[in-house]
Nanobody
Framework: QVRLAESGGGLVQAGDSLRLSCAASGRTFTINAMGWFRQAPGKEREFVSGISYGGSNTYYSDSVKGRFTISRDNAKVFLQMGSLKPEDTAVYYC??????????????WGQGTQVTVSS
């Protein structure tokens, strides 16, 4: 079993930056790719960013490309969010998978951390 714990969410103003962190525990040796998703009120959960095991491959949704940066340190993954907009307001979820591809379906999920961007 793999457990994921996010931290770093909060209330910020438009244009601010925020850094989310996620630490994996348990059977972390089974983890390959990691990533971040988000779910805004009334909307479906959407992919934000993913990173391969060694960090050589990264993926971003079009809505965050150029503003967010994903990185990882072994079983920890980070999301540096810049130029935040009110539409970035959502619960952000950390995800991990045994597969190589850092997008698509993920196997493990965190509980989520709230990010609220005021205008």
């Amino acid at each position: 079993q793999v457990r994921l714990a996010e931290s770093g969410g909060g209330l910020v103003q438009a244009g601010d930056s925020l850094r989310l962190s996620c630490a994996a525990s348990g059977r972390t040796f089974t983890i390959n790719a990691m990533g971040w998703f988000r779910q805004a009120p009334g909307k479906e959960r959407e992919f934000v960013s993913g990173i391969s095991y060694g960090g050589s491959n990264t993926y971003y949704s079009d809505s965050v490309k150029g503003r967010f940066t994903i990185s990882r340190d072994n079983a920890k993954v980070f999301l540096q969010m810049g130029s935040l907009k009110p539409e970035d307001t959502a619960v952000y979820y950390c995800a991990a998978k045994a597969g190589v591809l850092a997008k698509g379906e993920f196997d493990y999920w965190g509980q989520g951390t709230q990010v609220t961007v005021s205008s």
